[in-house]
Every structure is written in structure tokens, then in C-alpha cells.
């Protein structure tokens, strides 16, 4: 297994650039099975879901081409060679449930395993199975699979319980082919839900309302296969902003969604850290004594769940005490146990962790637990004494592109070893 060494403390400064956010991609290639024609996605990055999802599309009968070098993936699908998806391709990857509605849309049916993905808590598909059953799709989960049938889905008016992103997109996926109008209320309001909505309008879609709490979709009997670009990857801007932060660096992040971060700039702004928009992209100038802030993950707008772990080893080296909530998912505090071998003081109390800042972080071997774990460890590790060593890094890869080689280019001693 590969792992990533990091002598610090590290000082980052320079530039980086932001590819396409990973979350976005995985709709745009699931709405690839809608059409017949080759979808071409640019601004594409590398990454182990990417490959994965790939590989899901070619065993159901898409041809795939890559161009990871110039960001560019084309699919097309002219014919169904299977209705499943197994449990080998998708167990480590929650975005696998997104082959379910373009395939009940276009196609009739669908066998996906339950997903996978990180370990971070319970993440039901219960409302994917009522939104789908509410169009007229015949639905039964058995043997660790969703079996759903329909010889045609109707519109109906869907209201979630609690927002669920891929449940909104999955649903728009479907809504696309069915008759009559469909309504979504409580949906997801995250940038990547606008982009498929805007690729699917661009394919011939009828949507109305994404951005807002209440989408509404108009079938339609036929799309078209067109090119779309990836919007950037606001997690991984977030990660490089709270890793300049942290160092006391200097680094002008390119391509970054600045739009897409308010609530993170407003917390790490609160912290002592100047953030300024230039002409080629976003400066975030790190300044010491950090100061302690506290934290609430919520939907979108809200402070994100997928920057939590990394804000939390900006606060273990903070001046005072903050106080980390995490409303999204129950499970997401693995890390601490890690942070806690570095000399952080951190104490959990059900879904709150209290973060009591010390002078500094010593270097220790890691094991990461989950993907934005791995980046807080990374992040941790720059801000250290001596030479950290994180393992099981293959969670890292899942979402972010070469994040060493960037790391290096901004000055940080890091170099990934070999298994």
C-alpha cells in the first residue's frame, strides 16, 4: 500500500490550480446513459471514482475514452449489455447509485448494488427508493441489491425528508424521460446539483428551479449528447485554502470557485487569515497566532461536511478552544484518534468536538480512515514536527488529484512511497 511521507513544519507558498470537482463529474457521466451519442466532459481530473465509475459504465455497455492529460472523457452508450451493477465495481463508492435513475429512464430497469463509499455514517438510499416508487417504478431491495422496473415513470410531486444530493440528482435523472411534470421539494442546493441540471438543459431537459429548495422537471421524449465542462472542485480549493491558512503560507490558488466557499471564508477569515481576490485566482495569506473559531457543518450553503476534518487540524494548532459540530454525518470524527497522535487535544461528545489548541503538532505514523481524512493528516503533517507517514492513502486518491506533486510545487517536503 502507498503511503505519503511529510517533513515539517512546511511554509507553503506559490500557486496551485484547481481541476473539476469530482462530485459533479459522477452525475454528468451517470446522465451519459440518457443518450446514445458520445458525451464529451472536460476539466476532468484523475481520480480512483473517476476510473471506477468508468469502469461501471463500460461492464453496462458504454464505450469509454480518456484523455486524463487534456481533461477530457467522451461516453456513449448505444445499447444496454446489462442492467447491473455489481457489488465488486461499486462497494467502495456511494455515487454508484446514480446508474439507477438514467437507467430506469431509458432503459426500463436497473439491478445496483447498495453503494459503498467512506465510512463516515449511515447514508440510506431509502429516499431514492420512495422518489422512484413514487413515479411509478417497482422497486425491491434483496440480496444487498435495488431491483427497480418500470415500463414507464410518471411525474409526481417529491418531497425529502432530509436534503439528500445524490437523491435530488438521481431523481432529476429519472424525471427527465417520465410523463408529465415532476416537483422536488427539500432538494439539494450544492453547485454540483446546478451543473447537472444545466447539462441536462443543455441536452434538451426541461428544469426549472435548481439552486433553490424546489426543482421542477418536465419530461421529455428524447435528449442529445453534447459537451459540458466541469465546474472546479471547491473541496479541493477549501483543502489548499486551510493548508496555506495553517502554514502561515502565501499561496494564489487558480480556477478557485471563490463563490462556491463563502461560509469556509467566512470561518477562516475569523481566524486571522487574509483572503483577497486577484486577477489569476484567490491569495490566502496565512498569519500566526491562528485563532480559534467554531464550527457547525451543514447543507450547502452551509459550512461544508467535507472540510470539517481539515478544519479541525487548523484549530488542534489554534490560540484558545473551538467547538466542532458535524449535523451531516454520524460517524465523521475518525480522525481525531489520528490528530491525537500528533499531541492534539481534542475531546468528543456525540456529534461535537471540543478542540483545545496547543503549540504545536509532532510528527507520528497515520493511517487514514476515510477520503478527507487523509487530506486533515496530510494538512496536520505539513503543520508538524518532524516527518509524518500516513498510510492507506488510496482513500486520498478517490478525490484528490496528485495532491503531493501540488504540495511540492508550494514548497512542502512531501514525497509519496511506494508500496
Request: glycine share 8%.
Amino acid at each position: 500500500m502507498d503511503r505519503i511521507l511529510i517533513e515539517g513544519p512546511n511554509r507553503l507558498i506559490g500557486e496551485v490550480a484547481i481541476r473539476g470537482a469530482k462530485n459533479a463529474v459522477l452525475p454528468l457521466m451517470a446522465a451519459s446513459l440518457l443518450v446514445d451519442g458520445w458525451m464529451t466532459i472536460t476539466n476532468v481530473p484523475r481520480l480512483r471514482d473517476i476510473d471506477t465509475f468508468n469502469t461501471l459504465l463500460m461492464h453496462l455497455g458504454a464505450d469509454v475514452e480518456t484523455d486524463y492529460d487534456g481533461g477530457v472523457l467522451r461516453i456513449r452508450t448505444p445499447q444496454l449489455k446489462s442492467d447491473e451493477a455489481p457489488y465488486d465495481m461499486v462497494r467502495t463508492m456511494r455515487a454508484s447509485v446514480l446508474a439507477l435513475g438514467p437507467l430506469v429512464a431509458r432503459f426500463k430497469r436497473a439491478r445496483v448494488s447498495l453503494p459503498g463509499g467512506c465510512a463516515i455514517g449511515a447514508r440510506p438510499i431509502d429516499l431514492h427508493i420512495m422518489a422512484l416508487k413514487k413515479m411509478g417504478a417497482e422497486v425491491s431491495v434483496e440480496h444487498g441489491f435495488v431491483n427497480v422496473k418500470a415500463e414507464r415513470l410518471v411525474g409526481a410531486s417529491i418531497r425529502f425528508d432530509t436534503v439528500t444530493v445524490t437523491g435530488t440528482e438521481n431523481v432529476m435523472l429519472a424525471a427527465v424521460h417520465a410523463e408529465g411534470t415532476t416537483v422536488i421539494g427539500n432538494a439539494a442546493l450544492e453547485p454540483e446539483v446546478v451543473c447537472l441540471a444545466d447539462t441536462l438543459i443543455k441536452m434538451g431537459a426541461r428544469i426549472k428551479g435548481a439552486g433553490t429548495d424546489t426543482i421542477t422537471i418536465e419530461g421529455v421524449n428524447a435528449l442529445k449528447a453534447v459537451e459540458v465542462e466541469v465546474i472546479p472542485d471547491r473541496i479541493e480549493a477549501g483543502t489548499f485554502m486551510v493548508a496555506s491558512a495553517m502554514t502561515r503560507g502565501n499561496v494564489l490558488i487558480k480556477n478557485c470557485p471563490y463563490k462556491f466557499l463563502d461560509a469556509l471564508i467566512v470561518k477562516l477569515k475569523e481566524t486571522g487569515t487574509e483572503i483577497r481576490q486577484e486577477k489569476d485566482g484567490v491569495r490566502v495569506i496565512g498569519d500566526i497566532p491562528i485563532r480559534s473559531v467554531d464550527v457547525k457543518t451543514m447543507p450547502y450553503p452551509g459550512f461544508p461536511t467535507d472540510m470539517q476534518a481539515q478544519m479541525m487540524s487548523m484549530m488542534a494548532t489554534a490560540g484558545g478552544l473551538s467547538v466542532i459540530t458535524e449535523t451531516v454525518f454520524e460517524n465523521r470524527f475518525m480522525h481525531v484518534s489520528e490528530l491525537r497522535r500528533m499531541g492534539a487535544d481534542i475531546t468528543i461528545d456525540g456529534r461535537t468536538a471540543v478542540v483545545r489548541g496547543v503549540r504545536a503538532l509532532s510528527a507520528a505514523p497515520l493511517m487514514a480512515t476515510d477520503l478527507r481524512a487523509s487530506a486533515s493528516l496530510i494538512l496536520a503533517g505539513l503543520a508538524a514536527h518532524g516527518t509524518t507517514e500516513v498510510s492507506r492513502i488510496y482513500h486520498l486518491d478517490r478525490g484528490y488529484e496528485r495532491i503531493e506533486a501540488k504540495l511540492l510545487g508550494l514548497g512542502a517536503k512531501i514525497k509519496r512511497v511506494k508500496a
